[in-house]
């Protein structure tokens, strides 16, 4: 007897469907980012897929971009949003550039800035389907957060968005310390991606690693890697059980 | 964190590639590896091609449980007809045993599965058992979802009349291809190849497959190419 008074009330609050451009669901998405803290700054980790549902569509999309002279932005999610929001970013860079006054954003600020976008779409029920990781580092002090599309939003040594928090973090809560090497954060990293590789289904084997100092921005040629499958147990897994998987 | 809706009424898309193939003198069945519960794989190393008897087989799609159980009694029945029947029973038998669990419980039940093997009096057979229990006695074909991607592949890549190693290589290269764009598909490739000498069965792990569109060759680390390259390898 309420189903139709709520149904208009919930439509109200809604608006129609012809008013405006809400995102209901993601279609193409990319799937997690890691990123950690070392010695000299940050890296971050993201492949290159972008999935269309249960389709790896698109296998060369670039979900990890520089932002200004000091950060790095990762994303998941849906890319045109991800789209979307680097417009937003280039165009503060720009309004900051234009001040020529000797100051630039640096990683915590740009990182607040992202938060108060994601929630403030978030409360008007139309929020950028994206989990971002900012890293950065200005001044000598590293920066490395993320923020997701309801506008939760912390900082870490290491952070990772989608399966990465399920997969990857439990390996850098075991493995990360402080002042690791370039070489060593690489190695980590790439332990991570091939975790995710093997456990998430929307991972795609071709990923770039950025990572960011004092100096700079820096973002790989995209490699894919190696896997394993030579196990005994992965040979004949159901001799002596038909049947089994 | 990822929302997948669709249309939640429509036919349910499974998570596999499956192959079933006839050659002269045989049959060549195909699989993934990949078992998936949501988004996380479950099992990255499964084996699909399940044995009925010593000489069928079947591969299994769809709901995990399902096809499963249905194979489980399937086997058992098979075992009493082998007894009762005094010699190795055929292809045909298996296949139908099949299509009477699948249609009487089609309201329930959600596996695709593709029976084949060899027999005295037929040679190599191919039967696919979609949904609902439809039963179509066929040269080759396809099942899970990862099928989807393979409709245009056979239809140009299919020939009658093909060797062992090219029904093989043919198999292999499907799902490697299926593979490479469903998500719900992943892992090894397994084949069992069944004919008048017995059965053999192969697997043709990740690094041996071919290379695809877009793919790239894999390495150990990014660390290699960083020290092999010189100056900037590394662009911004």
Redesign the interface.
Known sequence: MNLADSTQAMNNLLGSEADSQRTLYPYVTGTSVVGIKYKDGILLAADMGGSYGSTLRYKTVERLKPVGKHSIIGASGEISDFQEIMRYLDELILYDNMWDDGNSLGPKEVHNYLTRMMYNRRNKFNPLWNSLVLGGVKNGQKYLGTVSMIGVHYEDNHVATGFGNHLARPILRDEWHENLTFEEGVKLLEKCMRVLLYRDRSAVNKLQIAKITEAGVTISQPYALKTSWDLSAFKNPTAGAEGSW | ??????DVNGPH?M?TTIIGVTYDGGVVLGAD????TG???A??????I??LTDNVYVCRSGS?ADS?IV??YV?YFLHQHTIQLGQPSTVKVAANLVRLLSYSNKNMLQTGLIVGGWDKYEGGKIYGIPLGGTVLELPFTIGG?GSS?LYGFFDQAWKEGMTREEAEQLVVKAVSLAI?????S???VRTVTINKDGVT?K?Y???TLPLWH??????????D?LSAASP?????
């Open positions: 964190m990822d929302v997948s809706s669709g898309s998570g590896s990949r078992t998936s988004m996380y794989v099992n990255r190393a499964s084996d699909k399940t044995q995990a499963q194979s489980d086997r979802s991607y490479a764009r469903d998500g719900a992943g892992g090894v069965r697997f792990a990740g690094d877009e793919e790239l060759e894999p390495q150990n680390s990014l660390l190419t900037e390898p590394m662009i911004s």
